[in-house]
């Protein structure tokens, strides 16, 4: 009896990710009856964490590749030569911001505040109290940067000459403006992904890449020099952070619009007192911290790599541009859709189901990174060079690159699994102790990265560093997971997690197999050809594995599909 209802507590959790209304709770062989209320919480997940996941995949997609392009741009124009190394010191702290704010990092510590709390008009209240705090707050750690810019350039980049600081400093003022308005984007992003809005913030980056492709666009047109250049992409992300933060600001007065009478009065318009909403903002940096830490570590893997030489930190930021694609489209999407359900079941106590759907969300998580890491780490060379090898962007950039995206390529799956964690951390409010991991994470990829650059031979010092940062992850990653199974113990973990686990290296190393051999066999075409033939055959080798080692979600999925397909057959 008991194999039979874990059994049927796993289906549910499944049913949940595919989009299928949940079963009744089973303990002790009996079904308990829910309350209608929650039922009908269940029920509001209509299409379910993989159906939502998908659409935020698809609209990532779009992002990402807006961001390849304008990576490519950046690099067709300027190289990797000092100019780069400026301007991506420059750009180094908005992009983290960037991720941290506007791209889920701090939103999912306010998506967990605002799920299935309070109606309206309380979130709307929330809102405008945080709203002005967050942007004076904001502005005011701009002010300061602003004045200290060329200082903080050289702190975080010791490697770089005087000149090349002061230059990088006077990039760093023009992006400054992206950083309020990437927070009051974040705080959008928070209400809409707690009532299960993801389409609109899922595009706003789009807009962000559409601005500075088009700020690439005016350089080339007015025949700007390098310098200009580098000023008119960091001009072109401070106009691209205010329109993400408008996209959303319409969609969310839209969402939280009130009516202005009801019953023949008028509404009183409700507030948030000043204490709490003081309490929340001091609370938010420990709940985005740990989110934050890929972003940290990549921010700290800056220090060594501005001390291995020339160019490397330029390939380091090229690298991580083109590891967004996947580390978005896997773990990000998969975490921020499944926040909202988990938020929902630990403050109604259902740790069991709890359980059972963060484990589900963690068996996806590894399916789709472990074989994009493997697969990534067999096109690198081509990848790069086909994207980035153009104009002033020469072989030995290439040659850089391509080895901090190998170096890099290990902390895939790391990021996909932790995002995961993160999401079921912070519905449980474990955030003080997930925070301590994120803070964990940039020092030990300092201290990593210190010692590979000494013990490494100076072509491969720029890829220690991007190792040290792969590295720091995977540890955050270790510690999160351990956390995770004291927030909501689920016997089931313990017994998937290994069997599994082994399974899917086994199919992560087919799909490299089939990629890099594909590459090699093809080592006569050009980069374009070698690149779409690799992933081609990557992507036909992935679903014969699964078959392969008997996955037992996959099989699952496939005979729910076919039985929807035989009903709907059925009713025609």
């Not at 009996?30 to 209320?37: D, S, Y």
């Not at 807006?66 to 990797?80: E, P, Q, S, V």
């Not at 505040?113 to 109290?129: L, Q």
């Amino acid at each position: 009896m008991r194999r039979h209802d874990a059994g049927t507590a796993e289906r549910t959790a499944d049913d949940a990710m595919a989009g299928v209304r949940p079963l009744p709770s089973v303990a002790g062989g009996r079904v308990k009856p829910r309350p209608e209320k929650m039922r009908s919480q269940s029920g509001r997940s209509a299409g379910g964490i993989l159906s939502a996941a998908a659409a935020l995949g698809g609209c990532t997609v779009l992002s990402r590749l807006l961001g390849l392009a304008r990576d490519a741009a950046t690099a067709w124009l300027l190289g990797a030569g000092p100019v780069a190394d400026a301007l991506t010191a420059a750009m180094r702290l908005p992009h983290i911001l960037r991720r941290m704010l506007a791209e889920g990092s701090l939103s999912m510590s306010l998506t967990a505040r605002f799920a299935g709390r309070g109606d309206a008009e309380e979130t709307a209240a929330a809102v405008r109290a945080l709203a002005w705090r967050l942007g004076a707050v904001l502005l005011a750690a701009c002010a300061a940067a602003a004045v200290l810019a060329a200082p903080f350039m050289r702190l975080l980049a010791p490697g770089l000459d005087a000149a090349s600081a002061e230059f990088a400093g006077q990039l760093l003022r023009a992006c400054l403006p992206y950083v309020p308005a990437a927070g009051m984007a974040a705080l959008c992003m928070a209400v809409l992904h707690a009532r299960e809005r993801f389409l609109v913030p899922a595009l706003s980056p789009v807009l962000f890449n559409i601005c500075v492709l088009t700020a690439a666009v005016l350089a080339v047109g007015c025949g700007a020099d390098a310098t200009r250049t580098a000023f008119a992409l960091a001009l072109g992300m401070s106009c691209g952070g205010c329109a993400q933060w408008l996209l959303q600001q319409v969609a969310v007065a839209r969402l939280l619009r009130r009516p202005r009478r009801r019953a023949g009065r008028t509404i009183a318009r409700s507030s948030l007192p000043s204490r709490e909403a003081w309490r929340l903002l001091i609370q938010l940096p420990a709940g985005a911290l740990a989110a934050s830490a890929p972003q940290l570590a990549m921010l700290a893997a800056m220090w060594p790599a501005s001390l291995a030489g020339e160019g490397n930190m330029a390939a380091l930021y090229y690298a991580e541009r083109l590891l967004e694609l996947p580390i978005g489209l896997v773990g990000a999407c998969l975490g921020m859709a499944a926040l909202p359900h988990l938020t929902r079941l630990a403050r109604a106590d259902r740790w069991r189901d709890f359980a059972l759907l963060r484990d589900a969300s963690l068996r996806w998580a590894i399916r789709l990174s472990l074989p994009a890491a493997t697969g990534l780490a067999a096109v690198s060379g081509p990848l790069v060079d086909c994207l980035l090898g153009h104009g002033a962007f020469d072989a030995n950039a290439v040659r850089l690159t391509a080895l901090a995206v190998l170096a890099y390529v290990p902390c895939l799956p790391a990021c996909a699994v932790s995002r995961c964690l993160l999401a079921s951390c912070h519905a449980a409010g474990r955030r003080r102790q997930a925070a301590l991991t994120g803070l964990l994470t940039p020092l030990l990829t300092l201290v990593a990265g210190l010692l590979l650059i000494r013990g490494l031979d100076a072509p491969v010092r720029g890829a220690g560093a991007a190792a040290a940062a792969s590295l720091a992850l995977w540890v955050q990653t270790g510690l999160l997971w351990r956390m995770g199974r004291d927030a909501a113990a689920s016997g089931d973990a313990r017994r998937w997690a290994l069997r599994f686990c082994c399974s899917q290296v086994g199919v992560a190393a087919l799909v490299g197999l089939a990629a890099g051999a594909t590459s090699l066999l093809a080592g006569a075409l050009p980069s374009w050809g070698r690149l779409g033939l690799s992933v081609a055959a990557g992507l036909l080798i992935w679903p014969p594995a699964l078959l392969l080692v008997r996955d037992r979600d996959i099989c699952r999925l496939g005979r729910r599909l076919l039985r929807r397909n035989d009903d709907s057959r059925a009713s025609l």
